[in-house]
């Protein structure tokens, strides 16, 4: 059956570093790549869209890469700031259908 | 400012009731969606619809029920609760699932079945 890890363990990145959450997947050949940020008692929303036949995307402090012979996905956020402490959601679609990550927490540490 | 609101935000029920929650966009997408999120899964489909008149059954949608029959709305149904449903539940709406469309979530309804 379809399968996506990301670290389960919350991840502590010291203020001014960059933080590299992780997305595999497995039995699956999705279109597009998806990751969003959920801050507690809130809903998912959305951060960046990468196709298949792109290799990265970037938005300000963001990047996100995309390597369907790995089946991983790499977000990165650089210069992190303790405003980006969050869960991050990964999520993969091919069609109608998509499939979210567990999250991963990041903590910031000023 | 187009918004998706979900009501209510807190509800506590008995085992066997039958509860209603509420999902009102005001996107004009198409797209509708109903998740639930516990510790441990992370967000499950439970219910889907591409329009008026159009449902469709997600990963986990045993116990539950849609219907639409408007645009702004998807109604999310717990014929006879169990505390297997206590969760949180996401409503989202899209514009077109199939060109990659960016979901916008809800603030979620945290529901608690005693």
């Known amino acids: 059956s379809q399968k996506i890890e990301q670290n389960s363990e919350a991840l502590n990145i010291q203020e001014g570093k960059t933080a590299t959450l992780t997305c595999n997947y497995t039995?699956?050949?999705?279109?597009?790549l998806q990751w969003y940020r959920q801050d507690p008692g809130r809903g998912p929303v959305f951060l960046l869209l990468?196709?298949?036949?792109?290799k990265e995307k970037r938005k300000e402090r963001l990047k996100v890469t995309f390597d369907t012979t790995l089946k991983q996905s790499l977000f990165h956020i650089t210069a992190s700031q303790p405003a980006d402490s969050a869960t991050y959601l990964c999520?993969?679609?091919?069609?109608?259908?998509?499939?979210f990550g567990k999250g991963t927490r990041l903590h910031i540490l000023p | 400012d187009a918004e998706i609101t979900q009501s209510p935000r807190h509800k506590i029920i008995e085992t066997g009731r039958q509860v209603t929650l509420a999902c009102h966009q005001t996107?004009?997408?198409?797209?509708m969606f109903w998740y639930r999120q516990d510790l441990g899964h992370g967000l499950r489909l439970i219910h889907y619809?591409?329009?008026?008149?159009?449902?469709n059954k997600g990963e986990v949608s045993d116990g539950y029920s849609v219907s639409r029959s408007n645009t702004e709305d998807l109604p999310l149904t717990l014929e006879s609760a169990a505390s297997s449903q206590t969760s949180v539940y996401f409503c989202?709406?899209?514009?077109?699932?199939?060109?990659?469309?960016?979901?916008?979530f809800g603030p979620g309804t945290r529901l608690l079945v005693l």
């Open positions: 039995n699956y050949s999705p279109a597009y």
């Open positions: 996107w004009n997408h198409n797209n």
């Open positions: 999520a993969l679609g091919r069609g109608d259908k998509i499939i």
């Open positions: 619809s591409y329009g008026v008149h159009d449902t």
């Open positions: 990468i196709r298949e036949n792109e």
């Open positions: 989202a709406s899209s514009e077109a699932i199939r060109d990659a469309g960016t979901q916008y």
